[in-house]
């Protein structure tokens, strides 16, 4: 078993300073304004190089939306754009948690080779203060995002599209120059885990920044629950369409939904589950109340005439956590493993795509993950790619068929969990000096028997091979090396 640089390079070595040459007179944006918000349009959005829209849910399980087999809770307007879409069975988040599943998302790189491989780093970085979701604090140490690192938003602005980034990023670590719109975005509106009152209270914030500044949301002053944070990203994201409408733009949603602490008022589409639990209540209401926005956005997408010239992406970020109502509303669809866990139920992940006209409606098993958004939305917005650890799946978005598991994929915590998939197999140990497991993967989906012991020679090379997948991190040291 072989691996070869062809597998991970989508562009040639020079592509990242090109990539910066070419953004020079665009990045870095620090804070959008409203002559900046109205600069003229030097292109438009075409169905063969569309507007993106990328949006993404936190800590949704695989299993929590109808269109992938979920019983119970609802969510049409995503299930619409599954029906006419395509849907991916196979998708692979980049990490079981979210910090280093959006590195891997926004940069291209496994969770070996990322920036951020966990949501705390071992050494070096910053150390902050982190609320938690029983809203006590502790002290913790976080990497960030820096300058030289090529961003999905670096590269879709130098391909001359308007980009913005909504409500969570999780990438700053506790440096307040490491917000998106010092990487690559040109506008901002959301928290950063380097300005704590801007996710407390975490679904009725008092505090929001615009760029760099720190506004109020002044309906939830006093801790008043009147607008819920989902309404405020989307109100934030319509408002961005509106003011590009006649220019490209790439526009990131990130969703708290359905991250604990699971607090939203209204309830009342489950109102009449009376075997429910308050928490299982309420964390249905997340998803549903998402799914009530993302049709909001898509009906602001029809209004404008702009949905046959947009690309609607889904995703969620990892899977459901331990607090999830796993067993009641089955969020894990039966899967080993849970958010923080490199089993199935941490990383396998809903993905939807969807663009009237051009993305045929079917679902598909081929084997995608994060890293392969970078080249596929570069090829897509007809830019640069520099580097990365995936490969241009554009092709599947749109009808055709191409092989996307002979490759391997690869992710790890440092030092405490890895695994890879190849070739029908998955290898994985989610404990610290724990054995590696092997799975025949794709007739063992929920990881039941472990063939460890009858295959040791596969189990070897697929060692041999996630050695291979990784770099040393200075802030995320690990014995021996």
């Known amino acids: 078993m072989t691996m070869t640089l062809k597998n991970f390079v989508c562009c040639d070595a020079n592509a990242t300073k090109r990539i910066l040459i070419m953004a020079g007179a665009i990045l870095p944006v620090h804070h959008a304004t409203a002559a900046d918000d109205n600069s003229p349009s030097t ?3 075409t169905p063969e190089r569309p507007n993106i829209v990328f949006i993404l849910a936190d800590d949704m399980g695989y299993g929590d939306l109808a269109c992938y087999g979920n019983q119970y809770i609802q969510t049409p ?18 990490s079981g948690i979210s910090s280093p599943s959006r590195c891997s998302l926004m940069t291209g790189r496994n969770s070996g080779n990322t920036r951020i491989r966990d949501n705390q780093c071992y050494a070096g970085g910053l150390t902050g203060l982190k609320i938690n979701p029983q809203g006590d ?3 913790v140490r976080r990497a960030n995002l820096l300058p030289e690192d090529t961003t999905l938003a670096t590269v879709l602005s130098a391909a001359g599209y308007r980009t913005c980034l909504v409500n969570k990023w999780h990438l700053d670590g506790y440096d307040p120059q490491a917000a998106p719109n010092h990487r690559g975005f040109h506008e901002f509106y959301g928290w950063t885990i380097s300005t704590v009152h801007s996710n407390a209270p975490y679904y009725y914030p008092y505090y929001r920044l615009h760029g760099d500044s720190l506004i109020n949301i002044t309906e939830n ?6 607008r819920h944070n989902t309404e405020i990203s989307t109100d934030d994201a319509i408002a961005f369409i ?10 990131f949603l990130g ?3 359905p991250h604990e602490p699971y607090n939203i008022d209204d309830t009342s589409w489950y109102d009449e589950q009376g075997d429910w639990s308050a928490n ?17 956005l898509l009906a602001t997408l029809d209004a404008l005439g702009l949905r046959k010239n947009t690309l609607v992406i889904f995703a969620s970020d990892n899977g459901a956590a331990v607090m999830a109502p796993l067993k009641e509303l089955n969020c894990g669809a039966g899967l080993k493993g849970r958010k923080g866990q490199l089993y199935e139920g941490g990383i396998r992940v809903p993905l939807i795509v969807n663009q009237p006209g051009r993305v045929p ?3 598909t098993d081929n084997l995608v993950y994060f890293p392969d958004f970078m080249p596929t939305l570069a090829a897509i917005a007809h830019g640069v790619c520099p580097k990365t650890d995936g490969m241009d799946i554009a092709p599947l978005f749109f009808g055709q068929d191409i092989d996307t598991d002979s490759r391997p994929l690869y992710w790890e915590f440092p030092g405490k969990q890895r695994a890879l998939r190849h070739n029908g197999w998955k290898a994985v140990s989610v404990k610290k000096g724990a054995p590696l497991e092997l799975y025949r993967i794709k007739e063992d989906p929920l990881e039941q028997h472990d063939l460890a012991k009858d295959y040791p020679t596969l189990l070897q090379q697929m060692d041999s091979l996630m050695h291979q997948m990784r770099t040393p991190s200075p802030n995320y040291p690990i014995d021996g090396e």
């Open 43 to 45: 292109a438009v959005a």
């Open 221 to 226: 002053e006093n801790d008043a629950h009147v």
């Open 255 to 257: 969703y708290d939904a």
């Open 242 to 251: 509106h003011r590009n409408k006649e220019r490209p733009f790439f526009l």
């Open 137 to 139: 604090t502790t002290i």
């Open 361 to 363: 409606a079917r679902q």
């Open 280 to 296: 299982t209540k309420r964390y249905a209401a997340l998803v549903t109340h998402m799914d009530y926005n993302i049709g909001r």
């Open 77 to 94: 307007n995503i299930d619409r754009l599954a029906r006419t879409g395509t849907s991916f069975t196979q998708a692979y988040a980049g």
